[in-house]
């Protein structure tokens, strides 16, 4: 599938044209909008969808809080689930895990302390 500007009027009154490229990275570059256009229309129209100018504005200057891969949510919740059958099995043998681990931590406690 190809990707071709069709038909780009250079010799548009409002330089609309000239200033569409396509960058080193693969992505369209479409220049800021121009002061006109907030003028003459009322809002933008993208695949279909009808946007306002403050809709418009507002998309475009938006950060994205980063979300979290499920790959990484899927291991921390393997670890929790790894942990608790980990204890369930050390309880079930008899052992005492809470003063195990406790034991444990103090020991390494005392050697970082001495």
Not at 57 to 66: F, G, H, I, K, S
Request: charged letters at 20%.
């Amino acid at each position: 599938m190809s990707h071709e500007l069709q038909y780009l009027d250079t010799n548009s009154d409002y330089d609309w044209g000239e200033s569409i490229t396509l960058s080193d990275y693969n992505y369209f570059y479409v220049p800021s909008i121009p002061d006109w256009a907030y003028s003459e229309f009322d809002g933008l129209l993208y695949e279909g969808v009808q946007y306002n100018w403050a809709e418009v504005d507002y998309r475009l200057t938006v950060e994205y809080a980063a979300v979290p891969e499920p790959a990484d949510v899927g291991i921390f919740m393997g670890l929790i689930f790894a942990g608790f059958i980990l204890y369930k099995i050390l309880e079930g043998k008899g052992i005492n895990v809470k003063d195990t681990v406790c034991g444990a931590i103090k020991k390494i406690y005392n050697k970082i302390t001495k």
